[in-house]
Every structure is written in structure tokens, then in C-alpha cells.
């Protein structure tokens, strides 16, 4: 089982204070300090050695060093400028690393020279749910992510129809995977203990509709986010309210046999797939 240097309270405080981040970091961020939870992770993660992974917030590189004992390569993507000399050292002393100092949300993936198969992260939480569901729309070559999150956010990436915590989100991101793990992590394996819970899911490649294209898909997306737009609505009102034509939903909504008087969070994601081909159909989306 591979583990992490970094991955306990005092190997963590003396790579802060080497580094003079002790203060500012111990105040501002929660470091994972236990190897058991880097072990689980990268039991989930399943890497081969052949293989490039992206990483979003390093912190310290604790996970990092981790990947590189698995991977073939590793590129970390890191905001905090002041994290920088960290990495270079890490970068010097394994020649599989790589690091990228910037906003996640706003650098090209896509343009890396090696297309990356893996991403495994623990992520800064507020933006968690919205780079796992870019990355898996972005960037076809993942077969898998990894990802530790904020409790709630795993709830909605698990949800099932029928249940409060699905949403528009769980619908999207079912198009591109589904979870294949989860485990829970507890505040006590941080330094310091953060006041939320956190979990780790697995979410494993495999297209809902794999015949799709790109612009279906995205189609079939923009359909899921009207029909939750207004959730206490019905989904017809929900997705007339989003601009979508009466005569078009009803005709599609005839073909299908489906009752309009449904709310969003009934339906599947096969079922909006399913919508969302209908309507085009219809003309009542493009």
C-alpha cells in the first residue's frame, strides 16, 4: 500500500516551518495528516505506472508524493503562489513532476503535451463539484477520478432519483460516470480539523449514452438545468419558464409517454437523455 512522507502531524509541521508557511497556512487551510486515508486513496486510484494524472491543490505535495511512488507522471495544479517553492523542490528531486501555478478553473487542461488518465485530488473544496464535472466533459482521456470532497458534495456526485439530495448536478455528471467508491474521512485526520466532513469518491468513466456527441451532450445538459431550474415546479413549467416551447415539450412529452406534471428529481438520467433526443426531434432543442 503506497503512502506519504508528509502524511503525519510532525512531518507536516516541519515542512511548513522550513518553508515559513507554519502561521499563514496553519490558520487558512487543513493538511491531511494521515497515511491510513493517502493508503485508501490510493487503493481507489488503482495507478499504473504508465500512467499521467492531474492534481489540483497540492498544498504541500502529501498526496503528491504519493502519486509519484505509483504514476508515471504527475502534473499539479496550484493556486497559492506562496506554495510554489514546495513544489519546486518536490519537481527537483522527481523528474515525473510537474507543476502549474494558477487558477484550476482557468487553465487549459487540454493543452497538456500528455493527455492525462486519472485525476486524483484532494480538492479545495469550493470548487470541487465544478472541476469534476469540467474535467470529465473536458477532458476524454480520464478513465477515472479520485477525488476527496466536501460530505455534501459526495452526497449530491451519489444521489439517486427520488432523493433530496439529487439534483442537476448528479444528472449531469451521470452522463460521463458513475461512482464506483466512497469512503468517509473524518476532521481528526487534519491539521488542523476543518469543521465540515469529508469523503472520497470514485468516479469511473462510462459514457450513460456512448453514441452522443459533444453537442448532445451539452444539449442533454442544458435540458437537465431547465428542468431543475424551478424544482418546485412540474418539469414541463420548470423548462417553459427556461425558455423551452410549450408545443415542443408537449409533443415530446406525448412520444415519450411521460407525465409533465413530473418534477425534475423523479427523472433519471436515462431519462433525460431520452427527453433531450425527443425534443430535438421535435424542434424544441438544438
Avoid at 474521512?185 to 450513460?208: K, W
Wanted: glycine content about 6%; charged content about 20%.
Amino acid at each position: 500500500m503506497t503512502g506519504s512522507p508528509l502524511a503525519n502531524p510532525s512531518a507536516t509541521r516541519a515542512t511548513l516551518e522550513a518553508y515559513g508557511l507554519a502561521t499563514k497556512h496553519r490558520l487558512g487551510q487543513n493538511f491531511l495528516i494521515s497515511n491510513a486515508v493517502i493508503e485508501k486513496i490510493m487503493d481507489l486510484a488503482a495507478l499504473s505506472h504508465d500512467e499521467h494524472v492531474i492534481e489540483v491543490g497540492p498544498g504541500i505535495g502529501t498526496l503528491t508524493l504519493a502519486l509519484l511512488a505509483d504514476a508515471g507522471r504527475v502534473t499539479s495544479i496550484e493556486m497559492d503562489q506562496t506554495l510554489e517553492p514546495v513544489l519546486s523542490s518536490i519537481a527537483a528531486a522527481h523528474p515525473s513532476f510537474t507543476y502549474i501555478m494558477g487558477d484550476a478553473l482557468r487553465i487549459d487542461v487540454t493543452a497538456l503535451a500528455d493527455a492525462p488518465e486519472a485525476f486524483v485530488s484532494n480538492l479545495p473544496y469550493n470548487v470541487a463539484a465544478t472541476l469534476i464535472l469540467a474535467y470529465m466533459q473536458t477532458i476524454p482521456s480520464l478513465k477515472r477520478c479520485v477525488v476527496m470532497v466536501q460530505s455534501e458534495v459526495a452526497d449530491r456526485i451519489c444521489a439517486r432519483p427520488g432523493t433530496k439530495t439529487y439534483g442537476a448536478y448528479t444528472a449531469k455528471l451521470a452522463l460521463y460516470g458513475k461512482v464506483t467508491g466512497r469512503f468517509a474521512v473524518g476532521a481528526h485526520n487534519f491539521m488542523p480539523p476543518p469543521h465540515v466532513e469529508s469523503a472520497v469518491v470514485r468516479i469511473e468513466r462510462a459514457p450513460l449514452a456512448p453514441s452522443l456527441t459533444p453537442e448532445e451532450l451539452q444539449a442533454c445538459a442544458r435540458v437537465i438545468d431547465a428542468a431543475f431550474a424551478q424544482r418546485r415546479k412540474t418539469i414541463r413549467n420548470s423548462m417553459m419558464s427556461s425558455g423551452f416551447a410549450a408545443e415542443a415539450l408537449d409533443e415530446a412529452f406525448s412520444k415519450l409517454a411521460f407525465d409533465p406534471r413530473r418534477r425534475a428529481e423523479t427523472c433519471s438520467p436515462e431519462e433525460f437523455v431520452e427527453l433531450t433526443q425527443v425534443l430535438k426531434d421535435c424542434g424544441g432543442v438544438s
